[in-house]
Structure formats: structure tokens, C-alpha cells
């Protein structure tokens, strides 16, 4: 089934107490992404990559950390998580063609992480 | 930065009834795309419209894009309780970039 992956669903933690959410996609998907979703706010792109080794900023990247060392996988690494990024994370994917193709396809997303930082 | 704004906020209907969401956004775009959100899941894709078309259908969903005005609406037909949700629409933000742009959201309430 194609698929995009979360872990974990959720998480309760501590200020400053590094963490990492994982995301994995089993549809050989070159875009992947990560969002977080705030009442009032919608969705905001935090970082995206369009493939392997690339990654950009995506409108709200203080704080966070992303790799893409393989193409199924774009962990998303918070070094030292505070209260005001406690939210809902989504990762998506989809296919990219090339410079200012990464939006015209579908995104597929995962199922969520809820995050709560004390 | 440019964000799509969806208008209204909050819609309540009944069942049978249309329901029609209303997207602006602020820059040029390649295409619009409307996504679903049933409450605290990922968003499930229904819709990508180009900027060179100004009307696509799919099922019960009609879409409408004016580039002129910078918007466009959702329109769903017949409505179900089942299609209560939100819906978002999402723009990619800078032609250079692969940014995508959500806005914030109608939240659709359908009643049996």
C-alpha cells in the first residue's frame, strides 16, 4: 500500500531534550516535506527537499533540522525542542519535476505527530 | 510571506445542501490544489487546477480558478455528513522555489 509513515504518533517531552520524528515514504517520491499545523495558522512548510542531499527552507525552519540521506526517508530533528514548538507535524510527499515543479503534483501525507514540549 | 486565505472560516449546512469555499492568495502561481482534513488526520488531496484552466470537476466537487482576481472557490454539491471536514487550498508560493503555501482553512460542518 502506498504509503506515508510517521513515527511516533505521539510524543510528550521535555525543553531542550533533543528529538527526532521520522518520516518514511514507499512511493519513491523524489519531494518530501514537513509541516506544522497551529489552530488559526493552517499548515506552514517547515523544510522540503526535492531529492536526495537537497534540502531548502521552507517558511518556518527556526528550530529544526532535516536530512534526506536516503529517498524514502526525512527525519525531522528538533536539538532542543521549547514550548512554542509544540504542535501537529506532517510530513508529505510527492513526485517533483524539476525547479518549481515540486507543487504540481498531489502531496501525499502521513498521519501526523502530535508534539507537546513541557 | 504569501499565504492562501480560505473565506469562510467556519460553514454549517445541511445534508443536500452546496457548500462553496472561497481561496485567495496573494502572488502568481503555477496551479492550486484543494486538500480535506478530517479532524487531527493527515490532509487527503481532491483537487489540482492549473493556471491555465479556469474549471475542473471531480465527483460532487467543482473548482473554479480566476488568476485574474487571484482566487478560487470550492464548490461541493449535494453535501453529506460525511464531507464535514476541513478544507485548505495550497499554492506553490514562489514560481524560483518548490515552496507549497497553505491557507488556513474553512472548517465545513454538514448536518444529517
Known amino acids: 500500500e502506498a504509503q506515508v509513515t510517521q513515527n511516533p504518533r505521539y510524543l510528550i517531552t521535555v525543553t531542550g531534550k533533543k528529538l527526532t520524528v521520522t518520516c518514511s515514504q514507499n512511493?519513491?517520491?523524489?519531494?518530501m516535506s514537513w509541516y506544522r499545523q497551529d489552530p488559526g495558522l493552517g499548515l506552514r512548510q517547515i523544510y522540503y527537499s526535492m531529492n536526495v542531499e537537497v534540502t531548502d527552507k521552507g517558511d518556518v525552519p527556526e528550530g529544526y533540522k532535516v536530512s534526506r540521506k536516503e529517498k524514502r526517508n526525512f527525519p525531522l530533528i528538533l536539538e532542543s525542542p521549547s514550548p512554542n514548538q509544540t504542535s501537529l507535524y506532517f510530513c508529505a510527499s510527492s513526485l517533483w519535476r524539476g525547479t518549481g515543479g515540486g507543487s504540481y503534483n498531489e502531496q501525499f501525507f502521513g498521519p501526523g505527530t502530535r508534539l507537546t514540549v513541557l | 510571506s504569501q499565504q492562501g486565505e480560505e473565506d469562510p472560516q467556519a460553514l454549517s449546512i445541511q445534508e443536500g445542501e452546496n457548500a462553496t469555499m472561497n481561496c485567495s492568495y496573494k502572488?502568481?502561481?503555477?496551479?492550486l490544489q484543494w486538500y480535506r482534513q478530517n479532524s487531527g488526520r493527515g490532509l487527503v488531496h481532491l483537487i489540482l487546477?492549473?493556471?491555465?484552466?479556469r474549471e475542473k470537476h471531480s465527483g460532487r466537487l467543482r473548482v473554479t480558478l480566476d488568476t485574474s482576481k487571484k482566487s478560487s472557490s470550492l464548490l461541493i454539491t449535494a453535501s453529506r455528513a460525511a464531507d464535514t471536514a476541513s478544507y485548505f487550498c495550497a499554492t506553490d508560493g514562489d514560481l524560483n522555489t518548490d515552496k507549497l503555501i497553505f491557507g488556513t482553512g474553512t472548517r465545513l460542518q454538514v448536518f444529517p
Open positions: 512511493m519513491n517520491h523524489e519531494y
Open positions: 502572488t502568481s502561481i503555477n496551479n
Open positions: 487546477i492549473r493556471s491555465n484552466e
